[in-house]
């Protein structure tokens, strides 16, 4: 069995946002209730880990008296506030995460709620949700027959967008493509990418670059408004949803590239990047993470998973940029500022077209 989310757009009625802004606030509620007892117990019971262990775990039902309001919600999305906090406990055991915090209001705007008798349906142009009922939806497209919903995700961006994230669950045995079609990516800050096959760049247009200027003047305008007025919550909003379709543009960028390459490609070879320390040590951190180097990577793994297609990874210390890939002699530096490879042998070549090479054929090592 395997799993598939799809993201649609939400246009709920005024009423509809009303209930979505109190279930938010609900669930952020029972979450923070439950981390809070959570937190006095192993304070009071810690130096005894068989009484610790006996006592039972808060729950949001144990809350519905006191707070009668947390009725008027989805239950199933209180639910999943106590399985998330149960998973966020187990990520800081296991050593994968920090330990949980409590919620702010400013954090991400969002709950799960699962399918139980037929209470999430899909319509023409609408979805059924609990306690919401009808609400309409822009599906941009078709989820497939086979795929069973599972659960759904409901969110509100910083600017007042609600979108729905459905989970859906099908029978999936990917057959393993043989490999024929064989490409090697070197991470490149002018283009994204560079290919091994001919040398061209994804011609990335560095989305937040080009809205700097337009940024700066909203963010200048945002710092002379009283902190608080009105005034300055719409510029805030101002700022937030350039920020947003920066974001957008990007993730829409490196989808369809992603897509491009999976379709193409049986096999696609890239290096392991430690993206964060690259940013820091060359001191690069906006064109790094305006590249979203990470996210595409992620991408691009996914598509090819699925149709039984392969992604190799090259240790993040192989040199790939000081080898030729024309005689394989290994340079003792290589500058940064040396766009052009240079070597011995009288091979000349573009620095990340040559590193490219070089990533495809210790891929094809890696994968033989």
């Not at 919600?73 to 209180?78: F, K």
Request: glycine content about 4%; charged content about 30%.
């Amino acid at each position: 069995m395997a799993n598939k989310a799809y993201k649609f757009r939400l246009y709920p009625t005024p009423q509809q946002e009303q209930l979505l802004a109190k279930t938010f606030g609900c669930v952020r509620f029972v979450y923070n209730k439950m981390l809070a007892e959570r937190k006095e117990t192993y304070e009071q019971f810690k130096d005894d880990q068989d009484a610790l262990k006996q006592q039972k775990l808060p729950t949001p039902a144990k809350y519905k008296s006191e707070y009668a309001w947390l009725k008027e919600v989805d239950s199933l999305a209180l639910a999943n506030a106590q399985l998330h906090l149960q998973k966020a406990y187990q990520n800081f055991f296991s050593g994968r995460a920090e330990f949980p915090e409590f919620k702010s209001r400013k954090a991400r705007q969002s709950y799960t709620t699962n399918v139980v008798n037929g209470n999430i349906m899909l319509l023409d142009g609408y979805i059924k949700l609990p306690k919401l009922k009808l609400v309409k939806m822009k599906q941009h497209r078709e989820i497939p027959s086979h795929h069973v919903i599972k659960s759904c995700t409901v969110s509100r961006t910083k600017t007042g967008k609600h979108y729905i994230s459905i989970l859906t669950e099908y029978d999936h045995q990917p057959v393993q493509k043989e490999i024929q079609a064989v490409v090697g990516l070197d991470f490149s800050m002018n283009g994204l990418f560079v290919d091994s096959e001919e040398g061209k760049t994804a011609n990335y247009p560095q989305f937040y670059r080009q809205a700097l200027e337009k940024l700066a003047k909203e963010q200048r305008i945002l710092s002379r408004r009283k902190k608080g007025s009105n005034r300055w919550h719409k510029q805030r909003l101002k700022v937030t949803k350039i920020h947003e379709r920066i974001a957008n543009q990007r993730k829409d960028f490196l989808h369809k590239e992603s897509h491009k390459l999976a379709k193409r490609y049986d096999c696609v070879m890239i290096e392991d990047l430690n993206m964060k320390g690259m940013s820091q040590a060359l001191n690069l951190g906006k064109s790094v993470a305006d590249h979203a180097w990470g996210m595409f990577t992620i991408f691009l793994q996914y598509k090819l998973e699925e149709q039984g297609k392969r992604l190799i990874k090259i240790d993040k210390w192989f040199p790939s940029s000081k080898t030729c890939s024309c005689c394989g002699r290994v340079k003792k530096s290589l500058s940064l500022s040396e766009r052009t490879f240079h070597c011995d042998c009288g091979f000349v070549v573009d620095r990340d077209w040559n590193a490219s090479i070089n990533i495809k054929r210790e891929g094809l090592r890696l994968l033989a």
